[in-house]
């Protein structure tokens, strides 16, 4: 029930985009301030609901890239997102750190058109991404979050995982603030991430509710549709032979190594 | 490059096409809105990471202008059937692009006809 409600105002958000993220709140008490929530005190983990072993496909029908709706920002964040719009629509490569082969972290390593390899085992979910060979170890052994400075900072950051009837919810804190989590839109070190992942018939749905009390006026509450695939993964690395465009003398456009 | 640019302009010799593009691959580059067909034939045909690039030299009342076409990685090219046999340099092909924004000559490939009538595409 709490799902459906957040699905419709998810589909309604797609329509009206600035009366989102009010409703679903509810639903993500636990994330509001961007606290770490420990699994130990306020969660015991249900039975596993479902097995997401296997390889999936993001499904991105509102485009690929980045998470609709636009995250309710602050006005500082705002105005440096407003900023890499207006050079984008310009033709400009602003602010495009996936485009310039950083690993896009989490929450954007959701957002590639990549496949997804998950291994799932009673105290250990791994997910691979084939993009920048990407990792996630969500720990669903029950332990909390590294605390303090044995919370290293990392791209895709430290995941703890329970299980609530049909649903998987795993927690994410301690992303690293080199990538963003909108092209464009920056991040601080109180980002905190909870993904609600429920099993559809053709996959999995996750929402994902995002709080940074720095740069969100509220908690950011957007969705991904993943697929069932029979894909086989490949590496990937990004930064490999040409990701530097040039124009040479003739006008021509070429793409090099960085450092030629 | 806004200084380079700046540079030019004072010197009197502003080429807009000579500015060089800053770094790889946001979709800003391209108009998606619009879609070119050009024929040509290939000149070089790269398997590259993070993007495929073709090179394809067009004849256009006795001129030749040389168009550079970027395509995705080769893991989602092997996904949609493409191959580094699929083109050879010599092959005549009509490619539709949707062009680079600023002039340049090229853009990002809508699909790629080969000589024996196959189309590939990437989306």
Excluded at chain 1, 22 to 39: D, I, M, N, R
Excluded at chain 2, 35 to 49: A, D, L, S
Aim: hydrophobic residues 35%; proline residues 8%; aromatic residues 8%.
């Amino acid at each position: 029930m709490k799902l459906r409600l957040t699905l419709i105002a998810c589909a309604a958000a797609a329509i009206a985009a600035p009366a989102i993220a009010q409703a679903p709140q509810a639903t993500l008490a636990a994330a509001v301030g961007g606290a770490p929530v420990s699994p130990k005190s306020t969660h015991k983990s249900d039975k596993p609901a479902f097995d997401l072993t296997g390889v999936w496909w993001v499904s991105q029908p509102e485009g690929a890239g980045g998470f609709k709706p636009d995250p309710p920002l602050k006005p500082e964040a705002m105005k440096v997102w407003q900023d890499v719009l207006k050079q984008r629509a310009e033709g400009k490569n602003a602010r495009d750190k996936t485009g310039n082969c950083q690993p896009p972290g989490l929450p954007l390593i959701m957002t590639r058109v990549y496949p997804t390899q998950i291994y799932q085992t009673p105290k250990l979910i791994t997910m691979i991404y084939e993009y920048q060979n990407s990792v996630r170890w969500i720990w669903m052994d029950g332990r909390d979050h590294p605390q303090g400075e044995d919370l290293i900072p990392t791209y895709n950051g430290h995941s703890i995982g329970w299980w609530e009837g049909d649903t998987l919810v795993v927690d994410t804190v301690g992303m690293h603030t080199d990538p963003d989590i909108q092209p464009g839109v920056p991040h601080t070190d109180k980002l905190h991430i909870v993904e609600r992942i429920k099993l559809t018939p053709e996959g999995f749905d996750t929402e994902i509710t995002m709080t940074d009390p720095n740069i969100l006026e509220r908690p950011w509450v957007t969705k991904k549709v993943y697929k069932k695939s029979d894909s086989e993964l490949v590496e990937y690395v990004c930064l490999q032979e040409n990701n530097n465009f040039v124009t040479d003398k003739d006008g021509v456009l070429r793409s090099v190594r960085p450092s030629e | 490059m806004m200084r380079n640019f700046g540079i030019l302009a004072m010197a009197g010799a502003l080429v807009v096409a000579s500015q060089p593009a800053a770094a790889h691959h946001s979709a800003a580059m391209f108009d998606l809105t619009k879609t070119e067909t050009i024929q040509g034939v290939v000149k070089e045909y790269q398997w590259t990471n993070p993007h495929g690039f073709l090179f394809v030299t067009v004849q256009d009342g006795g001129k030749s202008a040389e168009y550079s076409i970027e395509l995705t990685s080769p893991n989602l090219l092997m996904r949609r059937g493409w191959r580094p046999s699929s083109l050879k340099t010599g092959d005549k092909v009509t490619v539709a692009l949707n062009p680079f924004r600023d002039g340049v000559k090229g853009g990002r490939v809508v699909s790629v006809t080969t000589p024996d009538g196959k189309v590939l595409t990437e989306r």
